[in-house]
């Protein structure tokens, strides 16, 4: 390669790598400020931030993070074998399309289609009113959890897919000659090579869950005691405006994430080892 | 039985992705939907919507946004990875760090360390949309670099680079003849994962820039507390942009993955 292209291509990097420090390293690790009180060591911001008031917040957004990850892994990794197992090639391809784009997909606009579903007078509500079953109210915890779930099923079930790819069908016919039932057969072999990718899938549902801020703040118009929500109450609003507070309580969901993050990396290296062996 | 389970469950999967956008779709051409379905139909909601300047603005500043999120992504990224994967791979880890950088900051976090940044001098960039712009590129990263990356990955370009040269071509040739055009592809749909990102980015706006410079998701945020059924509208827009646009960059590689770490 001449060396124009060479260098220019060199400096644009540079430019990109300096681009990052300014807009994505340094507000990240401006957080660690909390810590510091007019030059000194202090620890003041986390006894704010470690009112009730905010660790209901951090509860509530583990418990929210905690179940809608669930209920999403388990239909997800089922879903995920029944793609698996369909010997049609057109379903496959249309449902695994249609899933990685429906996993990216959240803020105002899904929180206010599901509002026309399951809102006061909503379609769906509706019917279980004629069916005389209990309505769904959208707004209420459980609610929350209707909504996640639109993205959080076909997260997993994209995220399954290549795992399930690792199963050979001829196992399972081995398996079955063998004299081993369809049960059997997943019991000791099937879910064992599942196992690490289930549970690498489920941290990302869980971080996806837990630092998720425009669904809910469309759906309740951030009146839900919520971490993500109450980060963005002390910088948003005018009223409360509590750079040291948002900092700190940002540190906390960071930390989270990064634990999140760490454990996932840990299960894809333990599935790279199961698939190997 | 197991035939069963499994059309059960993709039909499950099919009704709970389609159904919301259906309802919506209903409610916006609904005169009143009090019943099981609408009394009558209309297009009065999309010609009240379509007459809003404010709908406009909004929707001119989203596509002004995410076309400048593609194209300082694109600037960045096909450079940086040339050189990376052709001249430096050791260098490679570095920058997988910084693009997983997101998963760890989201939006909200990273708005909260960009407003104290640059709320005063020496970069007074706070409420304006260049700052916006930049924090929206930052937080697509991940899905652009994934598919960029790959691109890169899968047509070996130092090969293609040594036998362009035995060939007879010089560097500015092989460059553009044969190396752009074979990253193209990837190029283009992390281009487009990107505009996708960008259209639908809620919690840096709304931190970052608010009312001052409403994008859609924003504005239909406002809108929806006095005309739902306009909002249905913008629902059935935003949900067929991002459908149009993610089979579109799908389309556009082999593999369909979701994950970017």
Redesign the interface.
Known sequence: ??LG??W???G??L???F??L??????????VRVFWNEGQLSLASWAEATRPLFQRALRNSFELAFISALQGAV?GT??AW??W??ANPL?KRF????????????????A??????LGG???FN??LK?LGLPTVDIYSKEGLYWVY??FQ???M???M?PAFGAIQREWLEAARSLGSS?WGFWWRVGIPVLLPSILGSYI?LF?NAF?A??TV??LT?GQRNLL?LQ??F???GDISYN?VL??TL?LM??LV??LS?VL?RLSRRWAAQMEGA | MTRLLRRLLLLALGLYLFLPILASLAYSVATSWTALLPEGYTLKHWANLLENQRFWLSLGRTALLSFSVVALSIFFLVPTLFVVRMYYPKVAGVLEFLTLWPFVFPGVILAVGLISLYSGPPLQLAQTPFLLIAAVTVISLPYAYRAVDNAFAAADIKTLAEAARSLGADDAKTLAWVILPTVLPGVLSGGVLAFSAAFGEFALTQLLIGTLWETLPVYQVQLARTDGNGSAAITVLSFLAAWGLGFWALSLRKDAKVSVI
């Not at chain 1, 449902?95 to 899904?110: E, H, K, Q, R």
């Not at chain 1, 206010?112 to 579903?117: Q, R, T």
């Open positions: 390669m001449s292209l060479r220019a291509s060199v644009i990097a430019l990109f790598v681009f990052l300014l807009f994505e390293v340094l507000p990240g690790l401006l957080l239909l089922l879903t029944a793609l197992s369909s379903v449902t695994t399309g249609l899933s990685a784009v429906a996993a990216n997909f959240a803020g105002p606009p899904l206010f289609a599901f509002i026309v579903l007078n909503g379609f509706l019917i004629g779930l639109y099923w076909p997260l079930t994209v995220l897919l369809q990302l971080a630092g801020y425009a703040y469309a118009q993500p980060i963005g002390q910088v948003g750079p948002a900092s940002a969901m960071a994430l990064a993050l996932y």
